[in-house]
């Protein structure tokens, strides 16, 4: 009964910003690491960012200085703010808890497609 709804996602030329949301339900919110991952055409959603209970976050190289996750516990809500996008940032954006606790449940991505 988890569930994960991204939204914000959108067409943006190479150097552009956007912010992507999730919100999530069915587990307590608070008590967990949460993650975005983004899913290529073809291939399975890779770790792009994450951010811990604390509010210590990780992200993956290509995205460092780029990127910032933040969180709302009072929303349910994590974000992506996306700074200076490029095209192999391109992919469906999802939020998730950051560890794998069985089979996952995507949910809702959001599509984000860097192009000129």
């Known amino acids: 009964q988890m569930q994960f709804v991204a939204s914000g996602g959108g067409l943006v030329q190479p150097g552009g910003s956007l912010t992507l949301s999730c919100t999530a339900s069915g587990f307590p919110f608070h008590s967990y690491a949460m993650a975005w991952y983004r899913q290529a055409p073809g291939k399975e959603p890779d770790l792009v960012a994450s951010?811990?209970?604390?509010?210590?976050?990780n992200y993956v190289d290509s995205v460092k200085g780029r990127f910032t996750i933040s969180r709302d516990n009072a929303k349910a809500t994590v974000h992506l703010q996306m700074n200076n996008l490029k095209p192999e940032d391109t992919g469906v954006y999802y939020c998730?808890?950051?560890?794998?606790?069985?089979?996952?449940?995507w949910g809702q991505g959001a599509q984000v497609t860097v192009s000129s």
């Open positions: 998730n808890r950051k560890n794998n606790y069985g089979t996952r449940i």
């Open positions: 951010i811990g209970t604390i509010n210590n976050t």
